[in-house]
Nanobody, 123 residues
């Protein structure tokens, strides 16, 4: 069983930056694709970004392309989401998720989920 824990959420003004991190225990991320999803207030959960198991392929929602960057550090057993040029519409609970097949992407099946981290962007 893989447990995921997000950190780095908070409140930031529009145009600012935040970095989310996700740590796995007790197993490593080796072989797992990782994804970030978010759920804005009153809306459905949506895909944000993903990285394949080897880190070579990354995927982004159109709404965050050019502003967010996902990265995977196997040695530290973490996956991060660097969020720049934040907008009020980025306000959401952000979830880290793991896909054991290693494929990743928006439509992969993510079997493991973190508890979520709140990101609030003020205008």
């Amino acid at each position: 069983q893989v447990q995921l824990a997000e950190s780095g959420g908070g409140v930031v003004q529009a145009g600012g930056s935040l970095r989310l991190s996700c740590a796995a225990s007790p197993r490593t991320f080796n072989g797992y694709a990782m994804g970030w999803f978010r759920q804005p207030p009153g809306k459905e959960r949506e895909f944000v970004a993903a990285v394949s198991w080897h880190g070579y392929n990354t995927y982004y929602a159109d709404s965050v392309k050019g502003r967010f960057t996902i990265s995977k550090d196997v040695t530290r057993n973490t996956v991060s989401l660097q969020m720049n040029s934040l907008k009020p519409e980025d306000t959401a609970v952000y979830y880290c998720a793991a896909d054991p097949t290693g494929r990743g992407g928006e439509y992969a099946v993510y079997d493991y989920w973190g508890q979520g981290a709140q990101v609030t962007v003020s205008s």
